[in-house]
Nanobody
Framework: QVQLVESGGGLVQAGGSLRLSCAAS????????MGWFRQAPGKEREFVGT????????DYADSVKGRFTISRDNAKNSAYLEMNSLKPEDTAVYYC??????????????????WGQGTQVTVSS
């Protein structure tokens, strides 16, 4: 059974930083592209960023570019989202997701076949 478990969310002041982790099990992690998405109350789920199966390619939403960094450690079956210079508008539930290695750079939720349960990030002003 595939499991993606996010951790590291919490409450932080504007300008602060958080590092989210996504621990994967039940799949060959190194063959999946990993994505991060977020969903704020009353809004649709939106793309945050993605990293290719090898870690060689990353892509980010314009709203987080330069502030967020995605990385992965295939030996640990884990992906990470480093978030700096956080803003109140970054407040959302953050999800990690896994997509087939053929969908490098995908920003489309429908191309991600496995999802975590999410972790809450709240940025206070």
């Amino acid at each position: 059974q595939v499991q993606l478990v996010e951790s590291g969310g919490g409450l932080v002041q504007a300008g602060g930083s958080l590092r989210l982790s996504c621990a994967a099990s039940g799949l060959t992690f190194s063959t999946y592209n990993m994505g991060w998405f977020r969903q704020a109350p009353g809004k649709e789920r939106e793309f945050v960023g993605t990293i290719s199966w090898s870690g060689g390619t990353t892509d980010y939403a314009d709203s987080v570019k330069g502030r967020f960094t995605i990385s992965r450690d295939n030996a640990k079956n884990s992906a990470y989202l480093e978030m700096n210079s956080l803003k109140p508008e970054d407040t959302a539930v953050y999800y990690c997701a896994a997509a087939s290695k053929y969908y490098i750079g995908s920003q489309l939720p429908r191309q991600y076949v496995h999802w975590g349960q999410g972790t809450q990030v709240t940025v206070s002003s």
